[in-house]
């Protein structure tokens, strides 16, 4: 999981690669490097830690001279967070520079057989292997020695190669990681992420799996894995910088939680017409989908508990049944899948390499597959047979916000979608499209509603373990919950189905323990109650989410988070919202790297 940038030009390369990795640090902060082709020789500087290390000890890039350069963010899978292991990697004749993305799961292999052949490795990394491949397979041709290297490659790579025998000149390769060659005038470039090109153009092309891409200043050129010209189609990235950026905001992650109004907006209006919800980009028809026995779920993360929440929601309003299962599990489990089967694969980026092989397993197994993504062109947008974006916009802060909420609001229009394709959409149908409508508002007044958590994060910030409790869909929203809390403040935060308390985890319970309880299903209200004065009894401080006219919790909880009139089904997308809130000022409060939590990266691309 690192972000790797390259450019080649007029101008500079140094600073703007280093702008370039700025926009990517999200995708690894361990450490980052440069490489620049100078007047004579392939420039590297590297430095463990931050971007902002790389830019002082280069001045901003104005110390490194020379106008094509490949730059690399790391977060570290082999080899500790050390200079020696921080990318570009160089050949021993210091003829190649390589950057990469991915992981080389033959690479002690390799590197065995290079080491007989008497090249040295100065690095504990996987990625070093690949330099030492291409200078053992050049005799004068860079396209060629890349293709033979990648052919001996098992794993996976997004590439960028610099060679100092064509100093304008930089490669891309792609396997089953991101990559993306933005095209300008007198220039271009490759990227990880749009993020750091849309600064300098407009204009994409999205590599697929076994492509290459050879850059001059003057243009781009496509090839396959056995060197053939291929032919790309150039897309148009349609937000601007702006998007990319903090605007006023003290942190990427409390502007994207603030935005989730709009981005959920977003969302949803462009897919209700006439009342009544449309997808053109889906082509699964009602006889098809009468034909599905059963859905699966399938995500990682955050986008795992927002399948959680949707499934309560899938099976009342289609009555199918719906299994969520986590991408690294379904993958190794024999999945009992078939032609009857509809597999929803949720990710934001669409590059979840969990994800995609849990995708693979199941549409070889014979599944109907649909997938729920953010970034357009991504791989299992590609693999799926439907694809539906959350246009939740770019996600700048690794713990997601909008991306979670606008998943959420996608199997809701799903849900209502699949159960008029099936004819069985009942008499509510009309009142759930007015609430789906009505969800950017009561997002907002989830927000507005609570101007006190600042004042909670103060004294619940110092806890040692914090629960959060809840049932059915109050459950699915305490996961996730739980998880931004841990995430981004290292507070020990945990979610448990509150039913499951007395068989065994309330023996963690004592006197001051934080328990965060979700209290918006009225349906089940008084069982919520119920564990509430149980945790009460043995000396919890109780937080209760839920609405301001319920006198019972108010009565019996010690604090309060507030949200807006919702029906049950569709709460937990109100009701994350503050709680995100919350996690965000406990690890204020705590001093933490909100953006960039540590050990973490944005885009899991690797297993």
């Not at 030009?9 to 703007?16: C, E, L, T, V």
């Not at 504990?124 to 005799?139: C, F, N, R, S």
């Not at 028809?285 to 929601?313: D, F, H, M, P, W």
């Not at 197994?365 to 993504?373: E, K, P, S």
Request: with cysteine; aromatic share 8%.
């Amino acid at each position: 999981m690192c972000g790797i940038v390259g450019y080649t030009g007029s101008a500079q390369a140094a600073p703007i690669l280093l702008e370039g990795l700025s926009k990517l640090e999200y995708r690894g902060y361990d450490s980052a490097g440069i490489a620049v082709m100078g007047s004579k020789d392939i420039s590297v500087v590297k430095v463990t830690g931050r971007i902002a290390g790389l830019c002082e000890k280069t001045d901003n890039g104005r110390t490194v001279e020379g106008c094509a350069g490949i730059g690399h963010t790391r977060w570290a899978t082999h080899g500790a967070p050390t200079e020696e292991n921080a990318h570009p990697h160089l050949s021993n004749d210091g003829r190649f520079a390589v950057v990469h993305n991915g992981i080389i799961e033959n690479y002690q292999t390799l590197r065995e057989e290079l080491k007989e052949k008497g090249y040295h490795f100065d690095s504990e990394t996987d990625t070093e292997v690949i330099v030492h491949l291409i200078e053992m397979y050049y005799h004068g041709d860079v396209k060629k020695a890349l293709i033979q290297t990648v052919n001996r490659l098992q794993g996976s790579y997004a590439l960028g190669v610099l060679c100092r025998d064509e100093p304008d000149r930089i490669y891309a390769a792609r396997e089953a990681s991101p990559l993306i060659i933005g095209l300008g005038v007198g220039e271009n470039y490759f990227a990880s992420d749009v993020t750091a090109l849309v600064a300098y153009t407009r204009n994409a092309v999205y590599l697929d799996d076994g492509e290459f891409a050879e850059l001059t200043r003057d243009g781009a050129a496509f090839f396959d894995c056995l060197g053939q010209p291929v032919k790309k189609s150039v897309s148009r990235i349609t937000w601007d910088v702006q998007a990319a950026e903090k605007g006023g905001y003290d942190h990427f992650m409390l502007k994207e939680i603030m935005e989730q109004p709009g981005a959920v907006k977003a969302a949803i209006s462009p897919r209700m017409k006439n009342n009544e919800v449309v997808f053109e980009e889906l082509a699964i028809t009602g006889n098809e989908l009468a034909g599905i026995r059963k859905i699966v779920i399938t995500a990682c993360g955050s986008a795992y508990y927002a399948g959680c929440s949707g499934k309560y929601v899938l099976e009342a309003l289609t009555h199918i049944p719906v299994e969520v299962v986590l991408a690294s599990e379904l993958r190794y489990s024999n999945p009992l899948i078939d032609n009857t089967t509809l597999l929803i694969v949720i990710s934001q980026s669409g590059e979840t390499a969990d994800t995609i092989a849990a995708l693979k397993e199941c549409r070889a197994r014979g599944a109907r597959t649909l997938a729920i993504v953010n970034v357009v062109g991504s791989t299992i947008a590609k693999l799926a047979d439907d694809t539906v974006y959350t246009w939740a916009g770019p996600e700048i802060a690794v713990a997601t916000t909008k991306g979670f909420t606008t998943q959420l609001a996608v199997l809701y229009l799903l849900s209502l979608y699949f159960s008029r394709l099936l004819g069985i959409a009942g008499e509510d149908y009309a009142e759930h499209i007015r609430i789906l409508k009505s969800l950017p508002r009561l997002i907002q007044q989830s927000i507005d509603m609570n101007h006190g958590l600042p004042k909670l994060a103060e004294k619940y910030h110092t806890a040692n373990s914090l629960f959060f409790i809840g049932r059915n869909t109050d459950y699915a929203a305490a996961l996730e919950g739980a998880l931004k809390m841990k995430e981004i403040s290292y507070l020990h935060a945990e979610a448990y189905a509150a039913g499951e308390l007395k068989h065994g985890t309330i023996a963690l319970i004592e006197e001051h323990t934080p328990v965060i309880a979700l209290c918006c299903n009225r349906r089940i209200m008084e069982k919520t109650l119920s564990n509430i004065v149980e945790v009460k009894a043995r000396g919890a401080e109780v937080l209760a989410v839920s609405y301001r006219d319920n006198t019972k919790i108010l009565s019996v909880a010690d604090d309060f988070i507030f949200i807006p009139e919702v029906a049950d089904i569709f709460s937990a997308i109100v009701e994350i919202v503050p709680l995100q809130l919350l996690a965000y000022y406990v690890a204020k409060e705590n001093g933490c790297d909100i953006d960039k939590p540590k050990n973490l990266a944005k885009s899991v691309t690797v297993e």
